[in-house]
């Protein structure tokens, strides 16, 4: 009997505790790269096409809806690499003084001037915003994530816009244009973030107007033929 427990004991030492252990998981596979979706547009320099594109904003107000106003001078570059979109970029202007809201009576309230003036953009003395991409990240076949430097009212953040691309052509005999994408974006900043806080409701309210402001972009870009 002793004999046979001294068998077990040795058999049992046999084995380490980490090989008693059951088996961990599978480690899972990396993820495959995104390849872009197929296009046949060129590759190079393309301008906006200031008629077919928008440059909208929206705050909440309150509580109470989504206040949509827009600008109306602004523009567009983007250098566009289509089989590779990680190394495409893109720099836009827009002048603050262009505001354009639905305010019913300008008469008794120039509205758009108050937004231009010292509360919010303070326009005249911060007379130009940029953006400038530092990176663009493929999260889809036809959609990116783009990441830029913005300049508002004197201070540069980072900021990022979702990207969607539409579509394209090369040029052709329909479109005197030449080569055209089309692009949709849409992205979110703190305004206070930039030194515009007046108006921001105070924590736990809803009394004034939102710091943060959603930004939606329409835009197609054009690229004329022979360049």
Known sequence: ???LLIAGALALGACSPEEAKAPGPVPA???AAIKPAATDVPAGAYRLDKAHASLNFRVDHMGMS???ARFTRFDATLDLDPKDPAKSSVTATIDPASLQTNYPDPKTLDFDSQIEGKEFLDAPKFPQMTYRSTQV???G???ARITGDLTLHGVTKPVVLEATFNGGYAKNAVDPSGSRVGLSAH???NR???GIGFGVPAP?????????VEVVIEAEFTRPAGK
């Open 1 to 3: 009997m002793r004999r």
């Open 29 to 31: 596979p990396a993820p």
């Open 66 to 68: 989504h206040w949509t």
């Open 137 to 139: 990240q493929l999260t």
């Open 141 to 143: 076949p036809n959609t």
């Open 187 to 189: 992205g979110t900043l």
């Open 192 to 194: 206070s973030a930039f």
């Open 204 to 212: 736990g309210t809803t009394m004034g107007v939102g710091d943060a």
